[in-house]
């Protein structure tokens, strides 16, 4: 097959490794990580994205996402299938099942993420360095703009009020994707943690269903969107749906 690809910058090294491997022809575009704070805009270009292929030979379009924020609910197949992993998010196809993120919600929800590819290629000094709930920005950062804008009184009530996220949180993960040389990103997730008083630990991560996306192999952990339907939220263990456009 002839496959084009769509995925995030938080996943290069993963996707290209995939895409090498891959038995089929694959073409990678990847978007800014950044996008994921705009996930109208992250729709946006990818619908544009997708709406380029028609006409140019590919076989499927594979999306490199999860469900994230539901930037990808709503996204059209128009002549080729569009498939895509049941994820919330990309930590899913860091670990590479949704069980296995399952259990580690379960044993600690209070959990930030850290993944090299994401660390290295954030953009501006204005993002975080974990994959949180979503991608937000650095609080530090934030901190000294509000006690120029407002003087400090203000800022310190207004971090008060925003920065209660940080009680429940209690763990940092370094998720070791064996790809590239990530020892000074682990080295900095270890200080950021150490930083905010959570404790810190290192887990393998897993590339299977990156390699299952980019691979055509497409079971049970993907949904196929056929020309003419679209994404939506599905609510249970399945993450995402198609619905045929004429019937909505």
């Known amino acids: ?87 919330h998010d990309c930590i899913t196809l860091f670990l590479g099942s949704r069980t296995r993120y399952q259990e580690e919600f379960a044993r600690e929800p209070g959990t930030y993420w850290y993944v090299q ?10 993002t975080s360095l974990s994959i949180g709930a979503g991608l937000d920005t650095n609080i530090d950062e934030v901190y000294d703009e509000y006690v120029q804008k407002y003087g400090k009184d203000n800022a310190d009530y207004l971090m008060e009020v925003m920065g209660a996220w940080q009680h429940h949180y209690k763990r940092a993960v370094y998720i070791d994707m064996g790809v590239g040389d990530g020892h000074q990103v682990e080295e900095e997730t270890r200080n950021e943690a150490a930083r905010r008083g959570w404790t810190y630990e290192q887990m393998a991560g897993n590339l299977v269903l990156i390699r299952q996306l980019l691979g055509g192999e497409w079971g049970t952990d993907f949904l196929v969107v056929q020309p003419g339907e679209r994404i939506a939220m599905a609510y249970g263990e399945d993450v995402v749906r198609s619905t045929p456009i004429l019937l909505e």
Not at 15 to 24: E, G, K
Not at 75 to 85: G, H, K, Q, Y
Not at 117 to 126: A, M, S, V
Request: glycine letters at 10%.
């Open 1 to 87: 097959m002839k496959l084009k690809c769509l995925g995030c910058h938080a996943l290069t090294r993963l996707v290209y490794l995939s895409a090498a491997y891959s038995h089929h022809l694959v073409d990678v575009t990847l978007m800014p990580i950044g996008l994921h704070n705009q996930p109208l805009n992250l729709r946006v270009q990818l619908q544009a994205l997708i709406d380029d292929t028609v006409g140019q030979g590919y076989d499927a379009i594979v999306l490199a996402y999860g469900l994230c924020g539901q930037a990808t609910a709503g996204l059209i197949a128009r002549d080729i299938p569009v498939v895509l992993p049941r994820a």
């Open 117 to 126: 590819d994401y660390i290295e290629r954030r953009e501006g000094k204005g």
